[in-house]
């Protein structure tokens, strides 16, 4: 009778080890810099660096701005009133992210790149 059900246990296992991967997730990467100006020139500063990297689809919060390219969603989060702004890249591929998220930096943390 056990073994009857070892089909279907090594099916069920399967199955599990697939979902668990498929739900890991998008891959995210974030950084940080310094926001020593206000809120407004803060969120400007992010809108256009974000412009100048290539996301389109802007989308504007009281804090924060977000822009996607592709499968990637990149936001950058302005907390000056802590001095510091978060940024955030995410997608499907960890080294992408993590490679968009140090450019995000670049643009956004000197302002210019």
Known sequence: MAWRALPWLLGTLAGLAFCSEAAAGPAVATRWAYAKQTQEQ???RAEQALERI???RLERTEQSRYGTRGDYTV???????RGVAILIASGP???EADRRG???LQYFGTGQK
């Open 42 to 44: 803060c969120l400007r």
């Open 54 to 56: 290539g996301y389109d």
């Open 75 to 81: 936001a950058i989060r302005c907390i000056t009133e």
């Open 93 to 95: 591929e960890r080294g």
């Open 102 to 104: 140090g450019e995000l």
